[in-house]
C-alpha cells in the first residue's frame, strides 16, 4: 500500500503542474454579434522556433538526401515519411465553438447544396489539395464504394429555400460526422449576392471493410468481417464465426445489421442473432433519439429472445455457468419542449423534456435460487418511469483528445433530470425515485471537466433498498505542443455507495470502472472510489497513414464496505504505460500493446502482465435526454 500512496503523492502533483502550464494560453476574443464564447486556443507552444530546425528536422531530411539515390529507397520513403516539401497536414485544430464558422451568413436564403466526397487517401476536409503518395493508396480509392448522395442527403437537415440558422448548419456537420462510413465532414457557406448562400458538403470516407482473425491456440478462434458501409448504401453489416472443440457446437455464428436514419427520419434499426454454445437469442431494436436540440419526438422499442450462460452469485458462491433464458420487451417515448433564456452559452438550445418507458422481463429458464433479495436480476418484473429534464447544450470542435486527428465534438452544457417509476415484480410493488444532474464546460484556459452526480433507490415499506449515490468526473487538459509533439493528460474520479443493496449486488475493482487490465470478480464491495490518470503523447508521425501515440497511466483504488470509511477499505494501485496506433482512415479499432505493474498483490491476476489488443474508440458523454431507466449500480 506505501508503494502505491508514493506513486500517487508524485505522479497526480506532475500531470496537474502541466496541465496548469496547459491553461496559460492567450484567450481569443470575445464574439459580439451574439455573445458567443471563443474558447482558448488549444495549442501552447513550449519550445523556441530555433528548436524545432536542429535534431528532428536534420535528420529527415539527411534521410530524404539518401532516398533519393535510389529508386526503391526513395519509393518506400514516400510511403512512409511526409516529404519535406509537401505541405503539411494540418492535424490539430483550435477548440471553437461550432456555430461560430456560420454566424455571419444568419439569416440568408440556401440558394443550392453541393456535395463533394474526398477520397479516402490523400485529401482531408482541412486539405482538399493534397494527394494520395502512391499506387498502392491510389487503388483504394478507385475500388471505394462511396457513401452513396441518397444517404448524404438524408442527413441533411437544411435544404435549398430555407433560412441559414448558424446553430442548425453545426448540428448538420455533427450528424455527418457520425455516420459510420465518414471519417470526417465539413459544411462551407459561399455568400451569393447579399442576402443568398450556396452551400458544399465536403465529407471523407473511411475504409469500411475490414475483417480481423483471433487464435486462442491451434484450434480455437474467432474471425470477424465487417462492412460499415455495404455498397455505399450506410448499412452496416457484421459477421463473426467462432469454433471451439472443447464446446457442443463447436461452431459459433453472430451477426449484425445495422440501418441509420431510415428514409431521413432519423430513426435507426438494428437486428441481432447470435448462435453458440454460450449464446442463442435474436435482439431487435428501432430508435430515434434527440439528435438536435431541435427534436421535439424521440423513442424507441426494443426486443429480445434467447438464452444465454453468464456468471451470477449463488449461496455466497461466484457460479458459472447459469443458463438464463427469456423474453425481455420495452418501449420509451419522450416530447421536448423548448425554453428561451437569455443565456449567451446556449441560447436558444434549451428544452424541458418529459420522457417514459416501460419494460417487461420475463424468464422461462432461470436458477431456482432466485428469491425476494437474491438474484434480482433474474426476477420476473415490469418497470415503469418517469422524467422530467432540462437540458442546455451545444458542442466545441476539436481533435487529439480520443481520436488521432479526426474532428470530435465536445459537448458542453448541462442536464437535470428527476426520475420517479413503479416497479411490479413477481414479489411486491415498489415505487422508485432518483435524480441525476451532470454538466460540461471548459475550466479557463486550463481544462475540460464533465461531471456527473446521481443518486436514487427503491423505497419498500418505507425504506430506501437497492440505492446508489455516484459521483463520476472526467476531466482532460488543454492540448500541449512540444517541437513537433502533442501531450494531453486525462484525469477521471468516480465514487459509487451502494445503499441498502441486496447480499448478492456487488461493485467491482475491474475494467472498464476499476484497475485497467483487471478482470477478476474477487475483488469486491459495496462502495468504491477510482482515481485514475493517464498522459498522451502523440506523435507527428504517420506511417502507411498510421500514426502512434505513446501513453503512461496510474489508476488507485479503494473498494469496501457500505458502512466504512472509504479510506479505511482495501486499497489497489495499477500503473503502466504502452503504445497505441491507429489509422482513421480505416474501420479498425485503436491498437494497443503495452505493460501493467500491480505494487499490491491481486487475486488471480500476476504483478505484471503484457497488454495486446484493440481498445474501440470512446464517446464524449452529452446532455440529449434518454430511455428513462432507473440509475445503475456498477
Do not use: C
Not at 45 to 59: G, I, M, N, R
Not at 324 to 339: D, E, L, R
Amino acid at each position: 500500500m506505501s508503494m502505491g500512496l508514493l506513486m500517487i503523492r508524485f505522479v497526480f502533483p506532475v500531470l496537474w503542474t502541466v496541465s496548469v502550464l496547459a491553461g496559460t494560453v492567450r484567450p481569443d476574443s470575445l464574439s459580439a454579434a451574439r455573445r458567443r464564447i471563443i474558447p482558448s486556443p488549444d495549442t501552447l507552444l513550449l519550445a523556441p522556433d530555433s528548436l524545432k530546425k536542429q535534431k528532428t528536422e536534420l535528420f529527415f531530411h539527411k534521410l530524404e538526401e539518401k532516398a533519393a539515390r535510389q529508386y526503391w529507397a526513395k519509393v518506400i520513403h514516400n510511403i512512409v515519411v511526409v516529404p519535406s516539401n509537401r505541405k503539411p497536414l494540418r492535424d490539430t485544430l483550435q477548440t471553437e465553438q461550432g456555430i461560430l464558422a456560420y454566424q455571419e451568413f444568419e439569416g440568408r436564403i440556401i440558394r443550392k447544396i453541393q456535395l463533394r466526397k474526398l477520397e479516402i487517401f490523400g485529401p482531408t476536409v482541412t486539405d482538399t489539395t493534397a494527394a494520395p503518395q502512391n499506387w498502392i493508396e491510389r487503388g483504394i480509392n478507385r475500388m471505394h464504394f462511396y457513401t452513396s448522395d441518397r444517404v448524404l442527403m438524408n442527413h441533411m437537415l437544411v435544404h435549398p429555400g430555407t433560412v441559414v440558422k448558424a446553430d442548425l448548419i453545426a448540428d448538420n456537420e455533427r450528424l455527418l460526422r457520425e455516420i459510420p462510413s465518414v471519417e470526417d465532414a465539413r459544411i462551407y457557406l459561399s455568400p451569393i449576392g447579399t442576402d443568398s448562400v450556396d452551400v458544399l458538403v465536403v465529407t471523407k470516407d473511411v475504409l469500411a471493410k475490414a475483417f480481423s482473425l483471433e487464435l486462442s491456440d491451434a484450434q480455437k478462434g474467432k474471425l470477424r468481417v465487417w462492412d460499415q458501409n455495404f455498397l455505399g448504401t450506410g448499412y452496416e453489416v457484421d459477421h463473426i464465426l467462432r469454433w471451439d472443440p472443447d464446446h457442443a457446437p463447436v461452431v459459433g455464428y453472430e451477426g449484425l445489421l445495422k440501418v441509420k436514419n431510415i428514409m431521413g427520419s432519423f430513426v435507426d434499426a438494428r437486428l441481432n442473432y447470435v448462435t453458440g454454445y454460450r449464446e442463442n437469442l435474436w435482439n431487435l431494436n428501432l430508435s430515434r433519439d434527440f439528435y438536435t436540440s431541435g427534436v421535439r419526438y424521440a423513442g424507441g422499442i426494443e426486443w429480445t429472445k434467447g438464452r444465454v450462460l453468464q456468471t451470477a452469485w449463488i449461496h455466497d458462491s461466484l457460479v458459472w455457468p447459469v443458463a438464463i433464458g427469456g423474453n425481455t420487451y420495452s418501449i420509451w417515448v419522450g416530447k421536448a419542449f423548448p425554453v428561451q433564456t437569455e443565456n449567451w452559452f446556449t441560447r436558444n438550445r434549451n428544452n424541458i423534456v418529459f420522457a417514459g418507458s416501460l419494460s417487461r422481463d420475463a424468464f422461462y429458464e432461470r436458477p431456482s435460487e432466485v428469491e425476494p433479495y437474491w438474484l434480482y436480476p433474474y426476477q420476473n418484473k415490469t418497470l415503469l418511469v418517469g422524467s422530467l429534464s432540462f437540458t442546455a447544450q451545444d458542442f466545441y470542435r476539436t481533435n487529439l483528445v480520443y481520436s488521432f486527428g479526426r474532428t470530435e465534438d465536445i459537448p458542453f452544457g448541462s442536464m437535470l433530470t428527476i426520475l420517479g417509476g413503479v416497479e411490479w415484480n413477481e414479489y411486491y410493488t415498489r415505487f422508485y425515485s432518483g435524480f441525476s444532474f451532470s454538466k460540461g464546460y471548459y475550466v479557463g484556459r486550463l481544462a475540460y471537466l464533465y461531471t456527473k452526480l446521481e443518486l436514487g433507490g427503491f423505497l419498500h415499506h418505507g425504506q430506501l433498498e437497492q440505492g446508489v449515490f455516484r459521483y463520476n468526473m472526467n476531466a482532460f487538459t488543454n492540448l500541449v505542443v512540444f517541437n513537433r509533439f502533442y501531450f494531453r493528460h486525462f484525469i477521471k474520479l468516480d465514487y459509487t455507495l451502494g445503499i441498502n443493496r441486496f447480499e448478492d449486488e456487488f461493485l467491482y475493482i475491474r475494467e472498464p470502472d476499476g484497475l485497467t487490465g483487471y478482470d477478476g470478480r474477487l475483488v469486491h464491495g459495496k462502495k468504491r472510489l477510482m482515481l485514475k490518470g493517464e498522459s498522451v503523447l502523440f506523435t507527428p508521425w504517420y506511417v502507411l497513414g498510421f500514426r502512434p501515440a505513446f501513453y503512461g497511466f496510474l489508476d488507485a483504488g479503494w473498494i469496501g464496505s457500505e458502512t466504512q470509511f472509504i479510506m479505511n477499505d482495501s486499497f489497489y494501485t495499477g500503473t503502466g504505460f504502452g503504445i497505441r496506433i491507429r489509422n482513421e482512415r480505416l474501420v479498425f479499432d485503436t491498437f494497443q500493446a503495452g505493460m501493467i505493474f500491480y505494487p499490491e498483490k491481486l487475486p488471480g491476476m500476476n504483478s505484471a502482465m503484457f497488454v495486446f489488443g484493440t481498445m474501440s474508440r470512446i464517446k464524449f458523454p452529452d446532455f440529449f435526454v434518454r430511455k428513462p431507466d432507473i440509475i445503475s449500480f456498477r
